[in-house]
């Protein structure tokens, strides 16, 4: 593989910085990182690698930025986050297993209906009831949901972040500037313990990794704050866009 010059490292990490602030939004960054990988000649394997390698920071700075906001339930977060790793690790295992092309048209139809599901859904969010009983239910229900979507980020991976923030929203009731924030715990530990693997395998081109996490802890900030100053409506509209861009992405690639 030749390696990029300075110019295509360039380019890289302009992407790095739009896919930072869109992922922060809605996730979806890697829709734009990974081909953009792929179209300056690397091997899916280190797009693969790679892409972990730079996108960990930007759901880190989003984290961080949603956290300052107080959008960041602390306590539930201490929850999550070891079971956001602890899937993540188990669906890696399984693509050992399974083959993740099987998973494709299933995804694409949850990315269709978590598009139109966003889309039609009007009003202010509904509080779920947290009286007795209900606080151990929504435990168990964020449990769920972190460790079933980390796995499925470390299996599959495409539209992690927007299934995390529907399932907030539909099981929890959240706002989506809310969900968008919290599923920032999951995603941060889902691409964490991804990471970790494709580091030990040498898949990661730090040089190519190193520049553009940069740029992505940039972009997520900038992403963060943008969905903390404009709110549900802004989260809403690019969740809808990221989803239908990678349900087409996936119908393509079926062909």
Same mark, same amino acid.
Request: glycine letters at 12%.
């Given at each position: ?190 691409? +964490? *313990?991804?990471?970790?693997?494709? !580091? /030990?395998?040498?898949? $990661? &081109?730090?040089?190519? #990794? %190193?520049?553009? =996490? @940069? ?10 704050? +943008? *969905?903390?100053?404009?709110?549900? !409506? /802004?989260?809403?509209? $690019? &969740?809808?866009?990221? #989803? %239908?861009?990678? =349900? @087409? ?7």
């Amino acid at each position: 593989m030749p390696a990029p010059g300075p110019f295509e490292i360039l380019l890289l990490t302009a992407v790095a910085l739009v896919a930072g602030t869109v992922d922060a939004i809605a996730g979806g960054g890697g829709l734009l990182t990974v081909p953009a990988f792929l179209a300056a000649g690397l091997p899916p394997h280190l797009a693969l690698g790679t892409n972990k390698g730079q996108s960990v920071f930007g759901s880190l700075a989003a984290l961080v930025r949603f956290d300052r906001a107080g959008l960041i339930d602390r306590p539930r977060a201490r929850f999550m986050f070891p079971l956001g790793v602890a899937g993540s690790l188990a669906g890696a295992a399984l693509v050992l297993a399974i083959p993740p092309a099987v998973l494709r048209p299933v995804v694409l139809v949850l990315l269709a209906v978590a598009a139109a599901f966003l889309g039609f859904r009007r009003g202010p969010p509904r509080p779920r009831d947290v009286e007795t009983g209900g606080a151990r239910r929504e435990r168990w229900l964020v449990g769920a949901t972190s460790l079933a979507i980390g796995a499925y980020d470390g299996f599959f991976g495409p539209g992690t972040g927007t299934f995390l923030i529907v399932a907030f929203v539909g099981l929890l009731g959240h706002g989506l500037a809310r969900a968008s924030a919290e599923a920032k715990v999951v995603n941060f530990a889902s691409n +964490l *313990a991804a990471l970790i693997p494709f !580091a /030990l395998r040498g898949t $990661v &081109v730090w040089r190519l #990794a %190193l520049p553009m =996490a @940069a740029a992505q802890l940039a972009g997520g900030w900038i992403g963060a704050h +943008l *969905a903390v100053r404009r709110g549900d !409506a /802004l989260v809403r509209r $690019v &969740v809808v866009a990221v #989803a %239908l861009a990678l =349900a @087409a992405k996936l119908a393509w690639d079926m062909r």
